[in-house]
C-alpha cells in the first residue's frame, strides 16, 4: 500500500459580495480528505451542483483551495506552482474539441508541455511526442494535423496524449466520456485501462453515470453538497449504498427541484 | 400513417463535388408511436429532422420521394402554408434549451406568446386572464407546481432540465400530432434525464401524441420507444420493433453499437475490455462507396460495394447483404 496523493482537510468557499459591508458564502467544497494509491481509479459521482468538478480543479491546480493541503508522495503541492505539480498530476476535459487549441499542429501542442516543464532537446522532444501519439493508438503522422482535421474520437485521443506526455502519475478526468458517441466512448474506455496497466497511472474519475464508475473504479466517493457522504470500494457502494441519496443516485431518478434558482460555483465566479 | 418519408437524399456541394449527406433514407411515423432515430454524431440524424421542419438553409438540396404530413406534401410549401403546420401541427424540441429560450424576458412572457390567439375563446377584454391560465395550466402539465416563481424567472435562472421542460410546455400547446425531439437530453446528468422522458411518456400516453426522438445512444433511449431506426453515416440501417430489435439485431452496426453499450453489460467483468466497432466514422470528403459501414463491419464481404436496399424481414426492414441471426426467424 503506496500512498500515491493525499488531500488533507481540503475545502473552497465563495464569496459572492451582497452589500458593501456584507457577503454571502457559499462552500462548494466543505472540508475532504482522502487518499489515492498507485495505480487505481478513484470515482467521484455526485449529481449537478455538489462540488465534484470543483474538487477536480483543487487538485489539479486549477484553483486554489482556500484552506487544507495536498500531498504528493509526502511533498506538499503548493498552490499556484504549476511546473512542480504538472509533472505529477495532469487533467483531461469534457469537451475534447474545445480544450485543444485550434491555431495549433497536434505535434506544437504536444510539444508545450515538454518546453515548460522538461529540459528534453528538440531531437528527444520529438521522440517523446512520437511515442505518446503512438500509446494512445495514433501515429507518428499526425503530428502535422490541427484539431479540425481529426474525428471526435481522435480528439479525445490527442488530449489523453497531451496529458500523459510529461508521464504523469495521477491523471484526473472530468466527464471525460459524457459526450462521446457510445462506440468512440468504448474505445477510450478500452485505451484509458491500456495506459493504467502499461503506465501504472493512477486516474481520478469524475463521471455522473453508474454504468462506467462500476466498470472502471476501484473506489468511490459520493457528494453532496460539497461533502463527501459515502465511501468504499465499488462493490461495498453498488451492492450495499448507505445514504439514500446514494441509493437514488445509483438507480439514475433523482429528481431535482423542478422551479426555482439554481446557484452553482460555476455562475458564482463568473460574476 | 402520420409521417411518411421515402428516399430523401440531402445533398450539398463540397470542394469534391456533390455528396449526398443523406443517402435515401425512408422512414414512417404511426399516429400516438414513439419513434426513436439513434445514430451517431455526423450521421445526418438533425438533418432529417430539419428537413421536416423546413429549417434547412437553401444550400443543401433536398429531393424526396416523399416527404409526407399526413396528406399535405411538406416539400412544396410556401412560407404562409409552412407557419399554419409547423409549431402547430409538428413541433420540435432541442438538446440545448437553455439557448433557444430568449434572455431578455420572463418564461411567462415566453409562454405567452406560444399560446395562440385561435385557442382562446373568451372576449376581447377577457383575453389576458384566459391567456394567463392557459400559461399556468402548460406549467401545470409539465409538471412544474410552482407556477409564479417560474413564470417571473428568467432562462440563465433555471436549471437544465426546468428550461427541457418550459421548452417542452411551448411545443405542446397547442396539442401538436407530432412532436420531434432532437437530442432533448443529451448534455443532462442521468437523473434529469429520466424525469424528461417520464413527462414525455406521460404527455404520449394522455393525449395520444406522436413522438419522433433522435437520439445518439442506444444506451439510453426511452423505455416507452415502440419502434427504432438505426441510422449511420446517412443510411438507414435498420428499423423495426424496439424490443424485436434490441433482443435479435439483425444489422451488424445494430449489434455493434449495443455491444459498445455499457448499460447492457450488467453482469460483465469490471475493466474488461470492450468490444468495439474499429476505425471512425468517415467523412464526408471520404464517404465509401456501397454500404457505408463497410470498412468498419466486421463480416463485410465484396459485394458491400453494391449499397443494400432497406428489404423486409418479418417486422423488422433492413438493409443488409448479409444480415445476422435471421436464419432461426425462418424455421
Known amino acids: 500500500m503506496s500512498t500515491l496523493l493525499e488531500v488533507r482537510e481540503i475545502t473552497k468557499t465563495y464569496i459572492e459580495r451582497t452589500k458593501i459591508f456584507k457577503s454571502r458564502s457559499f462552500h462548494a467544497v466543505k472540508p475532504t480528505s482522502f487518499i489515492l494509491e498507485k495505480g487505481k481509479t478513484l470515482a467521484i459521482m455526485g449529481s449537478n451542483g455538489s462540488g465534484k468538478s470543483t474538487l477536480a480543479a483543487l487538485i489539479s491546480g486549477a484553483k486554489t483551495p482556500t484552506s487544507g493541503d495536498i500531498f504528493f508522495a509526502g511533498e506538499r503541492l503548493i498552490p499556484g506552482d504549476y511546473q512542480q505539480r504538472s509533472k505529477h498530476i495532469r487533467m483531461i476535459f469534457q469537451d475534447a474539441d474545445a480544450s485543444l487549441n485550434p491555431h495549433l499542429t497536434l505535434g506544437k501542442q504536444l510539444e508545450e508541455p515538454l518546453l515548460f516543464n522538461t529540459s528534453l532537446n528538440a531531437h528527444q522532444r520529438r521522440e517523446r511526442i512520437i511515442e505518446t501519439l503512438q500509446q494512445v493508438g495514433l501515429l507518428g503522422e499526425h503530428m502535422v494535423f490541427y484539431p479540425q482535421m481529426m474525428s471526435t474520437g481522435q480528439k479525445q485521443r490527442a488530449s489523453i496524449a497531451r496529458a500523459i506526455i510529461l508521464k504523469p502519475d495521477v491523471l484526473v478526468a472530468d466527464e471525460a466520456l459524457a459526450t462521446l458517441d457510445s462506440s468512440v466512448r468504448a474505445q477510450i474506455i478500452n485505451l484509458l485501462l491500456d495506459l493504467q496497466d502499461k503506465l501504472g497511472i493512477a486516474y481520478i474519475f469524475i463521471s455522473q453515470s453508474p454504468e462506467i464508475v462500476k466498470h472502471l473504479a476501484d473506489e468511490v466517493l459520493v457528494m453532496h453538497e460539497g461533502m463527501i457522504i459515502e465511501r468504499g470500494t465499488v462493490a461495498e457502494v453498488f451492492n450495499n449504498p448507505q445514504q439514500s441519496y446514494t441509493q437514488k443516485l445509483l438507480r439514475s431518478e433523482l429528481s431535482n427541484a423542478p422551479s426555482g434558482s439554481t446557484v452553482d460555483a460555476a455562475s458564482l465566479e463568473k460574476e | ?331
Open chain 2, 1 to 331: 400513417m402520420l409521417l411518411d418519408i421515402r428516399n430523401l437524399t440531402i445533398s450539398t456541394h463540397t470542394a469534391n463535388g456533390r455528396v449526398n449527406v443523406l443517402d435515401k433514407v425512408s422512414l414512417q411515423v404511426d399516429e400516438g408511436e414513439i419513434h426513436t432515430l439513434v445514430g451517431e454524431s455526423g450521421s445526418g440524424k438533425s438533418l432529417i429532422a430539419r428537413a421536416i421542419m423546413g429549417f434547412l438553409s437553401p444550400r443543401w438540396d433536398v429531393q424526396a420521394d416523399r416527404l409526407w404530413f399526413q396528406d399535405i406534401d411538406l416539400l412544396n410549401l410556401n412560407a404562409k402554408q409552412r407557419r399554419e403546420i409547423i409549431g402547430v401541427d409538428i413541433a420540435m424540441i432541442f438538446q440545448d434549451a437553455k439557448s433557444y429560450l430568449d434572455p431578455n424576458l420572463t418564461i411567462g412572457e415566453q409562454l405567452n406568446e406560444a399560446v395562440l390567439d385561435q385557442d382562446l375563446s373568451a372576449s376581447f377584454f377577457k383575453r389576458k386572464a384566459e391567456r394567463k391560465e392557459k400559461v399556468i395550466s402548460l406549467l401545470h402539465r409539465v409538471g412544474i407546481k410552482d407556477h409564479e416563481v417560474m413564470m417571473n424567472s428568467y432562462a440563465h435562472q433555471l436549471s437544465e432540465g426546468a428550461a427541457q421542460k418550459i421548452m417542452i410546455a411551448s411545443a405542446i400547446a397547442h396539442r401538436p400530432l407530432l412532436l420531434i425531439a432532437d437530442e432533448p437530453t443529451s448534455t443532462m446528468e442521468p437523473a434529469t434525464r429520466q424525469q424528461i422522458y417520464r413527462l414525455l411518456a406521460q404527455l404520449h400516453a394522455r393525449y395520444g401524441m406522436s413522438i419522433l426522438m433522435i437520439s445518439q445512444d442506444l444506451g439510453a433511449i426511452m423505455q416507452q420507444t415502440q419502434r427504432l431506426s438505426m441510422i449511420y453515416s446517412g443510411q438507414i440501417m435498420e428499423t423495426g420493433p424496439a424490443d424485436v430489435l434490441l433482443a435479435k439485431p439483425a444489422h451488424p452496426y445494430t449489434e455493434a453499437l449495443l455491444n459498445t453499450s455499457l448499460y447492457r453489460h450488467a453482469e460483465m467483468k469490471p475493466r474488461a475490455r470492450l468490444p468495439t466497432l474499429a476505425g471512425a466514422e468517415p467523412t464526408l470528403q471520404h464517404l465509401p462507396i456501397g454500404c457505408r459501414l463497410g470498412p468498419r463491419c466486421q463480416y463485410a464481404r465484396p459485394i458491400c460495394v453494391k449499397t443494400p436496399v432497406l428489404e423486409k424481414h418479418r417486422e423488422r426492414q433492413l438493409a443488409c447483404h448479409y444480415p445476422l441471426h435471421l436464419e432461426e426467424d425462418h424455421e
